[in-house]
């Protein structure tokens, strides 16, 4: 079967592309893929100071209530959740406990980031028998209270793991899971 290739070109071909000079982004960036997504709108930016007794301290507290700071004063918030995978200090809670509360921390941090700041998010995915994806929990959530995902990275930890495959039992290769090598460190701004 034949194709005719210019009846099906469309108008952001060239975008993605090396040598985009002058290529309109609009069309994209405007079409019904972003409805409903969070939008960068122009805020006036505030930065409040953070009171003098409180730089270069650690306060050993949760972050769901971060009261001592105020409001857009924080400019990086860099996190590697607890897990509530059984350490000592988690709560076994379920999921949807767990990421409502790690929803109190995220609704905290925007309270405390100013205009622009970023918030990175480091988390590794859960479990085998059943897959929890994490990292897809915490970019919906965050996105529902209105920050803008700025990207990803992808944080290879193959040197340091095993990349094989569980496979099961010898010689009874079933249901076989695949071992993560990798965690993400999840970029948002305010």
Partial sequence: MQVNRKKYRTKTSAFGSPGRINHDSTPFYTSRLYEGLPKEEPVKY????IPPELRDKILCKSSEKMDELPDNSIHLMVTSPPYNVGKEYDQNL???????FLKRVWYEVKRVLVP????????????????????????????????????????NKASSGSPSTAWGSWLSAKNPTLRDIHEYILVFSK
């Fill in 46 to 49: 505030v930065e409040n100071p």
């Fill in 94 to 100: 379920t999921l949807n406990e767990y990421r409502a």
């Fill in 116 to 155: 622009g700041g970023r918030a990175y998010i480091n988390v590794a995915n859960l479990g085998r028998k059943l897959y929890i994806p994490l990292h897809v929990f915490i970019v919906v959530d965050m996105l529902e209270l209105g920050f803008l995902m700025r990207g990803e990275i992808i944080w």
